[in-house]
């Protein structure tokens, strides 16, 4: 299992679209972040505000499942997808002589590793760097790394679902541009869902997915029951997931 | 005893309607390099495929090194190497980057393998290039590098010399060749091209829709194959003396009816003709005879297809 994850890390590394996501974000996040302390941007409405972390308000864009869709996807197309196709290079690892369950668990943490690295990772080092060095928000106060530590643990949480989701979508498609195409459509659906639906059944049920807690995460005051909820929500759909994952992965016959 | 690589029974396999397998029963002993015979669409890829554990077969069963266990087979592909279509490789990477890939895979220590495995195959001045800069030979060379990178016992070749120029061929057939010699490596080799499998194969299967139509080692298909001249004569015995006493040839066979069959002087038969009237003998059949490989297969396959 070491191998493999060794494997994979050695792929992320020399991966063009890992390197070119990376910086991308850095940068986007950077130049928001930027403008934000220098005032030539305003943004409101956002849970930052009220734990006076309004410095940090461009973080809630890399926090929305339609923006962090994007780069999880590209990803996850550019980095499984072809491998399967392209390049076929998929044929040598299954053939490698490890168990299909260890390539497809190696695979999900080390692409849940770059896309963390990507969607949380890298715009709040560059969130905290830039407040820090031109910002007035004291973002490293207890209070500050409370609210940011238990809201990025919940999301991550929830985020380790979505990273399973849209890498078995590209084991499913074996395609960079569906597995992009499908992501957003998801992410869309969901959207729709939150905003528009009424109907009290799909909305109990919407707001027990891990994509409604992504918004819940980084809500400012939360009950420990609300946390234990959004746990137990986290984990369970992470396990129904990634049990889902191996049984398809297991069955998958590769061209 | 004779120790089994690998051997298939009743494999199938079955596409919606359609059997691209059926009913296949293979048997490839340690040392032996089994040619898979067929032309395009055959089944071979597929049989491949799913010996390598890339399909999964509808029906029958596999067994590798004598062991047909699905949790072990994983472990036996650890004794594998395979190039299965196309030399699966990461265009960005360079070979070396792309053999580093696959000794993590598979667990190998130290790095003097890459090396090793570079230098098999003559792509150890490659150096920064990026494999998407590699021509389709240099692809070849390096996929055979990655099958033969963790030392197998037991290598699965689909259309190894598909790019490669005629030297590259002979190279490549002469390394197969050297390490099945020094390292008993078994190889199972897939092509449609039947002069090519001719002189490495020392057993060969030859497949037609989806089946498995003969199963022939080497030394049968040469006998087959071998071209003479079918010669009778009103004096058989007299006939062979004349032959070993006066063109002195000793590579012939008699047959129960009296049929001598010469395998010398085929492009001589006027001098054979003419040496045996001169004798006293009647000729009362004098032919060549025997098929060429593509021959051969064109007739089994024929004879399928006519039923």
Redesign the interface.
């Known amino acids: 299992m070491s191998n493999l994850m060794k494997a994979e890390l050695f792929k992320l590394r020399r991966n063009k679209t890992f390197i070119v996501l990376m910086l991308f974000i850095f940068g986007l996040s950077t130049l928001l972040h930027s403008l934000i302390v220098t005032e030539w941007w305003y943004m409101t409405g956002t849970p930052f505000e009220l734990t006076n972390l309004n410095e940090l308000n461009a973080l809630i864009f890399f926090t929305v499942p339609l923006f962090f869709n994007f780069i999880v996807s590209t990803l996850a197309g550019f980095f499984i997808a072809t491998e399967f196709t392209q390049n076929n290079a998929i044929k040598n690892e299954m053939i490698s002589g490890n168990k299909r369950s260890q390539i497809f668990i190696a695979k999900y943490c080390v692409f849940t590793v770059g896309a963390q690295i990507t969607t949380i990772v890298l715009p709040l080092v560059s969130a905290i760097v830039v407040v820090k060095l031109v910002g007035t928000n004291d973002v490293l106060s207890a209070e500050s790394l409370i609210y940011l530590g238990k809201s990025y643990s919940l999301f991550t949480i929830h985020f380790l679902s979505f990273t399973a989701i849209v890498l078995l979508f590209a084991i499913w498609t074996e395609d960079s541009g569906r597995t992009i195409l499908f992501t957003l459509v998801l992410s869309i659906a969901m959207f729709l869902v939150e905003k528009f639906v009424t109907n009290e059944l799909v909305k109990t049920i919407y707001e027990h997915t891990f994509f409604y807690q992504f918004t819940e995460s980084f809500k400012y005051t939360m009950t420990d029951g609300e946390i234990v909820k959004s746990i137990i929500i986290g984990v369970v759909s992470f396990i129904l997931i990634m049990l889902f994952g191996i049984v398809t992965f297991h069955k998958k016959e590769v061209k | 005893m004779t120790e089994y690589i690998l051997r298939t029974n009743a494999l199938t396999k079955k596409y919606k309607n359609d059997y691209a397998l059926k009913n296949v029963d293979v048997t490839i002993k340690r040392g032996e390099i089994y040619g898979l015979i067929g032309q395009n669409g055959a089944g071979k890829t597929t049989m491949l ?1 799913l010996i ?5 077969p509808t029906n029958g069963s596999i067994e590798l090194f004598e062991n047909n266990d699905r949790r072990e087979m ?7 190497g ?1 190039i ?3 030399p ?6 360079t070979a070396y ?1 792309n053999l ?3 000794r ?4 190998i220590p130290g790095r003097e393998c890459i090396e090793k495995a570079l230098k098999l195959v003559g792509l150890e001045g490659t150096g920064k290039k990026k494999v998407k800069n590699f021509s389709l030979g240099m692809k070849q060379r390096l996929g055979l590098a ?1 099958a033969l990178l963790s030392d197998p016992e037991f290598i699965i070749l689909d259309e190894p010399t598909n790019g490669l120029d005629p030297m590259g061929i002979v190279e490549m057939r002469e390394l197969l060749k050297k390490l099945n010699r020094e390292k008993g490596l078994t190889v199972l080799i897939s092509s449609h091209i039947l002069s090519e499998l001719y002189q490495l194969a020392t057993k060969f299967g030859i497949i037609h829709q989806g089946q498995l139509l003969e199963e022939i080692s080497a030394g049968e298909l040469n006998d087959k194959c071998r071209q003479y001249l079918r010669i009778k004569v009103d004096e058989p015995a007299k006939g062979v003396n004349v032959l070993e006493e006066k063109l002195s040839a000793h590579d012939f066979e008699i047959l129960s009816d009296g049929t001598i069959k010469l395998y010398s002087y085929l492009d001589d038969v006027h001098l054979v003709s003419r040496t045996l009237t001169e004798h006293g003998l009647v000729i009362e059949h004098l032919s060549q005879n025997g098929d060429s490989l593509e021959n051969y297969f064109t007739k089994l396959i024929g004879g399928v297809e006519n039923e």
Do not use: D, S, W
């Open positions: 495929r390598t554990g890339l399909a999964f994983t472990a036996a592909h650890k004794r594998m395979a299965i279509e196309n699966a490789l990461f265009p960005n990477m980057e580093e890939v696959q993590l895979q598979r667990g990655i």
